[in-house]
Protein backbone atom coordinates (compact mmCIF):
# COMPACT_ATOMS: atom_id res chain seq x y z
CA UNK A 1 0.00 0.00 0.00
CA UNK A 2 1.02 3.54 -0.96
CA UNK A 3 -0.21 6.55 0.73
CA UNK A 4 -0.28 9.76 -1.34
CA UNK A 5 -0.06 13.73 -0.06
CA UNK A 6 -0.70 16.16 -2.28
CA UNK A 7 0.40 20.15 -1.59
CA UNK A 8 1.35 23.21 -3.67
CA UNK A 9 -2.30 24.22 -4.43
CA UNK A 10 -3.46 27.80 -3.96
CA UNK A 11 -5.12 31.02 -5.54
CA UNK A 12 -3.41 32.66 -8.54
CA UNK A 13 -3.85 34.58 -11.31
CA UNK A 14 -4.08 33.89 -15.31
CA UNK A 15 -0.64 33.48 -16.79
CA UNK A 16 1.19 32.66 -13.30
CA UNK A 17 2.70 29.00 -12.34
CA UNK A 18 2.42 26.57 -9.59
CA UNK A 19 3.68 23.26 -8.92
CA UNK A 20 2.08 20.69 -7.40
CA UNK A 21 3.80 18.14 -5.16
CA UNK A 22 2.74 14.63 -4.77
CA UNK A 23 4.72 12.79 -1.70
CA UNK A 24 4.50 9.02 -1.23
CA UNK A 25 5.17 6.59 1.75
CA UNK A 26 6.13 3.64 0.34
CA UNK A 27 9.35 2.15 -0.03
CA UNK A 28 8.55 1.01 -3.88
CA UNK A 29 6.64 4.22 -5.07
CA UNK A 30 10.20 5.01 -7.84
CA UNK A 31 8.54 1.83 -9.52
CA UNK A 32 4.99 3.29 -9.85
CA UNK A 33 3.21 5.06 -12.32
CA UNK A 34 1.98 8.03 -11.29
CA UNK A 35 -0.94 10.45 -12.70
CA UNK A 36 -1.92 13.48 -12.05
CA UNK A 37 -6.18 14.42 -12.35
CA UNK A 38 -8.09 16.90 -11.87
CA UNK A 39 -11.97 17.55 -11.15
CA UNK A 40 -13.75 20.95 -11.29
CA UNK A 41 -17.34 21.05 -10.49
CA UNK A 42 -20.11 19.04 -12.14
CA UNK A 43 -17.25 17.59 -13.70
CA UNK A 44 -16.16 14.25 -14.72
CA UNK A 45 -12.39 13.26 -13.08
CA UNK A 46 -10.28 14.36 -16.11
CA UNK A 47 -6.75 13.18 -16.81
CA UNK A 48 -3.75 15.77 -16.81
CA UNK A 49 -0.49 13.97 -16.79
CA UNK A 50 1.17 10.60 -15.86
CA UNK A 51 5.09 9.43 -15.60
CA UNK A 52 5.71 5.86 -16.19
CA UNK A 53 9.60 4.89 -16.49
CA UNK A 54 11.28 7.35 -18.67
CA UNK A 55 8.58 8.24 -20.86
CA UNK A 56 5.44 11.01 -19.87
CA UNK A 57 2.28 11.99 -20.75
CA UNK A 58 -0.21 14.91 -21.34
CA UNK A 59 -3.94 15.53 -21.51
CA UNK A 60 -3.95 18.09 -25.01
CA UNK A 61 -4.47 20.89 -23.40
CA UNK A 62 -2.12 21.35 -20.97
CA UNK A 63 1.14 20.07 -23.53
CA UNK A 64 3.46 22.91 -23.32
CA UNK A 65 2.18 24.62 -20.25
CA UNK A 66 2.57 21.84 -17.66
CA UNK A 67 5.47 19.94 -17.02
CA UNK A 68 5.41 16.49 -14.98
CA UNK A 69 8.63 14.89 -13.11
CA UNK A 70 9.77 13.36 -10.00
CA UNK A 71 13.20 13.49 -7.30
CA UNK A 72 12.66 9.90 -6.32
CA UNK A 73 15.15 10.88 -3.50
CA UNK A 74 12.25 12.59 -1.93
CA UNK A 75 9.88 10.11 -3.17
CA UNK A 76 8.12 12.83 -4.92
CA UNK A 77 6.31 13.70 -8.06
CA UNK A 78 5.94 17.06 -9.47
CA UNK A 79 3.42 18.87 -11.60
CA UNK A 80 4.61 22.39 -12.42
CA UNK A 81 1.64 24.50 -14.02
CA UNK A 82 2.38 27.43 -16.27
CA UNK A 83 0.66 29.85 -17.83
CA UNK A 84 -2.24 28.74 -15.70
CA UNK A 85 -5.97 29.76 -17.06
CA UNK A 86 -9.63 29.83 -15.56
CA UNK A 87 -10.27 26.41 -17.07
CA UNK A 88 -8.01 25.20 -15.32
CA UNK A 89 -9.60 25.75 -11.84
CA UNK A 90 -9.90 21.92 -10.12
CA UNK A 91 -9.35 20.29 -7.38
CA UNK A 92 -5.72 18.26 -8.47
CA UNK A 93 -5.37 14.85 -7.44
CA UNK A 94 -2.12 12.58 -7.14
CA UNK A 95 -2.67 9.14 -8.43
CA UNK A 96 -0.45 5.77 -8.45
CA UNK A 97 -0.79 2.34 -10.60
CA UNK A 98 1.59 -0.53 -9.96
CA UNK A 99 1.16 -1.09 -13.65
CA UNK A 100 2.81 0.76 -16.46
CA UNK A 101 1.26 3.43 -18.25
CA UNK A 102 -1.65 2.65 -20.50
CA UNK A 103 -4.62 4.55 -19.94
CA UNK A 104 -5.87 7.34 -18.97
CA UNK A 105 -8.62 6.19 -17.13
CA UNK A 106 -8.94 7.17 -13.40
CA UNK A 107 -9.96 3.58 -12.85
CA UNK A 108 -7.07 2.41 -14.12
CA UNK A 109 -4.90 4.34 -10.73
CA UNK A 110 -5.46 2.22 -7.50
CA UNK A 111 -4.03 4.68 -4.91
CA UNK A 112 -4.84 8.78 -4.73
CA UNK A 113 -4.32 11.25 -2.67
CA UNK A 114 -7.10 13.53 -1.33
CA UNK A 115 -6.36 16.55 -3.84
CA UNK A 116 -5.03 19.90 -3.30
CA UNK A 117 -7.13 23.14 -4.71
CA UNK A 118 -6.53 24.93 -7.85
CA UNK A 119 -7.94 29.00 -8.31
CA UNK A 120 -7.12 30.69 -10.89
CA UNK A 121 -8.76 33.85 -11.08
CA UNK A 122 -9.26 35.94 -14.46
Known amino acids: QVQLVESGGGLVQAGGSLRLSCTAS????????VGWFRQAPGKEREFVAA??????YYEDSVKGRFTISRDNAKNTVYLQMNSLQPEDTAVYYC?????????????????WGQGTQVTVSS
Open 95 to 111: AASRLRYGSSRPSTFGF
Open 26 to 33: GRTFNTYT
Open 51 to 56: ISGVST
